[in-house]
């Protein structure tokens, strides 16, 4: 059977990873894998998601199946954080789902049931996931321009432009806040203009929502995802509750559906649960009950929220940091950039030779895009990492 097959290409970041663990020098200093780490390097286990567990523990009266649905408290909790009253109820329906990444997946199968190898539209460039998972679902991908390599913003008019293009039958993925790889994101007067043009083409949105409260706060961060659940009648949105609940290896997410009336969301979830059956037959309970712990408890939740901010807080204080000590280093205002940019990861815009010369002079580790996850920034050696960068772009 197998001697059909030639050997698949090896997963990047993983390879990244496995280098950076090799490299014996004390001062190396890792920018790379996409996780949240604190001022000691660990991504910690939250306190609230620990007391959840606890309680859990001692509450818990049965493993039996779930359903394919997954955790219903959880889906209710889910929607309730991300839609606010953006949208009718009646035309709204969620599954759980393993991670973002399994969100996306049956979200694209369900795409292409609807318009069998239907166009998905990316923001170039995008997370390196999202092209596999539209392929391997029978979609098509294109790109539409996003990232500007001379400002590290967003080429506005160019994306609009685009998507303007668009029509009914093609899917326009957006990355709902904190875009992954850029760090550079829609205002909220720009997100208004993607969802007038969305409702005006008809051209389906649909919203990996990866980061939610890593970039300005909860609210802040769903504004673009309301914005467009309350100016176009059909959705997906792809939540993950791997970053902001730092449930990572527990693979919790969940897929959303908005129609345009109660029946065809009925219909649709309908092929949604038939596609999960298929799959996977149904979600694992384990992450779900955390965050539905969580955000049904007002004291859990307070303290999740708070937790939460200090994640971000801390991003935001390092991007700052790392802006300033390049800018007094090199009287130069050309990485205020990444100040500006939000969430996890900044696109630094720099040649493969420089991220190489990082690697081998200076052990520091980024994707060979020059994307660096600000989380790694080590506090004590912003000036350190300043330098760095400045020899390597000489
Ligand atoms: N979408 C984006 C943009 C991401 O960066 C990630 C994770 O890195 C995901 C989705 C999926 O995350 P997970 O499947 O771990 O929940």
Redesign the pocket.
Known sequence: MFETLTKAPGDKILALMGEFAADSRPTKIDLGV??YKDEKGVTPVMSAVRKAEERMLSSEKTKTYLGIAGNKGYGEAVLELVLGDSVARDRVRIAQA???????WVLMQLVNRARPGATVHVSAP??A??NPIALNSGLEVATYPYFDPTTRGVKFEQMLAAIDRLGPGDVVLL?GC????TGANLSEAQWDQVAASLARTGALPFI????LGFGDGIEADIYGTRKILSSVPETLI?F????NFG??RE???AAILVARNAGEAETAYSQLLNIIRGAYSQPPDHGAEIIRTILTDPALRAEWEDELATMRNRMISLRKKLSDAIRERSNSTDFDFVADHRG??SLLGLSTEAVDRLKAGDGVYMTGDSRINVAGIPEDRVGDLAEAFLTAIG
């Open positions: 996409g996780v393993p991670g973002g990444t399994g969100s996306l995008t997370w996931n999202h990355h904190c875009h992954n790889p990996d929502l990866a980061y792809a993950s509750g791997s970053k449930l990572y693979r919790v997410g996890m990861f």
